[in-house]
């Protein structure tokens, strides 16, 4: 049997080129991560994708969702939540990989996690603007007696939410904190589908989105989108704050798109740290 070490690269692919996908594939095309090779990327604008494409540091394909698959190993989901599906059936079907950063979709798509069980395809979930999840995941082995968080969001990183929208919620003008949901992580993810796929993470990590409770604060006094998390098992009880700059997209915390980069680096990796 031979022991040649395998040296064909892992192929990957882009959906949706937001600040986070921007980051990524600035890093992935200036070969930041070795065995890893950008060949596509895709966007709703492909006009627009196409002239930050031509600024990478290698030619990459700029085509549609639909016509990924083909060209690529592994697609990693930028896009609104609502396209999670379309992103990643052709992957999974063809028992390929998919990194999801609109985790909240899964809840509403369990099909998607069932589909890649029965064909053999694999969703990575990145820990993205969360810590402790090594943590969390080590506590789910034994039993976990409650989780609590708490996020404080500048406002302009909650406006245009679903749930604000709908409870009709002002947030503007605010000189103090206001508590705008209280609940748990499924109704998080339906009310706020771009803010807070960190809790569905943390959810789908420990006692399930049903579980999980949350309150949401739009605070003027903050300028990082900042998450408490409380934790008591029967290994231990944790408290973790994690405080993040926003990217781009005040939406979307920086180290979303590092920790996606991190992700593939341990992937590609002899030698990995953490659960």
């Known amino acids: 049997m031979s022991n040649l070490k395998q040296t064909k690269p892992l192929r990957v692919a882009i959906a949706g080129l937001g600040a986070i996908g921007k980051s990524i594939a600035t890093s992935l095309a200036q070969g930041k991560v070795p065995g890893v090779l950008l060949t596509a990327v895709s966007a709703k604008n492909l006009e627009r994708a196409q002239q930050f494409a031509s600024t990478l540091a290698h030619p990459v394909e700029v085509l549609p969702i639909d016509h990924l698959e083909p060209v690529a190993d592994l697609v990693i989901e930028c896009a609104p939540a609502a396209l999670l599906p379309q992103i990643a059936k052709p992957f999974l079907a063809a028992q390929k990989q998919v990194i999801v950063l609109s985790v909240g979709a899964l809840l509403f798509h369990p099909e998607l996690i069932e589909l890649a069980r029965t064909e053999g395809g694999i969703i ?53 904190a206001k508590m705008v949901f209280s ?53 231990a009880k944790f408290t973790m704050t994690m405080e993040n700059i926003p990217s781009e997209n005040p939406k979307t915390g920086r180290i979303v798109a590092q920790s996606v980069i991190a992700l593939l680096r341990k992937m590609q990796s002899n030698f990995r740290v953490g659960t």
Do not use: Y
């Open 183 to 235: 609940g748990n992580a499924r109704e998080a993810a339906r009310g706020f589908p771009a803010n807070l796929n960190v809790v569905v993470a943390l959810a789908l990590a420990g006692v399930g989105p049903e579980n999980t409770l949350l309150e949401i604060w739009a605070d003027p006094s903050v300028v990082r989108n900042t998450h408490t998390i409380v934790v008591d098992s029967d290994a």
């Open 124 to 176: 990575h979930v990145p820990t993205g603007a969360l810590i402790g999840l090594d943590a969390m995941i080590a506590a789910a082995e034994g039993t976990i007696h409650s989780v609590r968080m708490v996020t404080r969001k500048p406002p302009n990183g909650l406006a245009g939410a679903p749930h604000l929208v709908d409870n009709n919620i002002s947030i503007d003008g605010l000189t103090e």
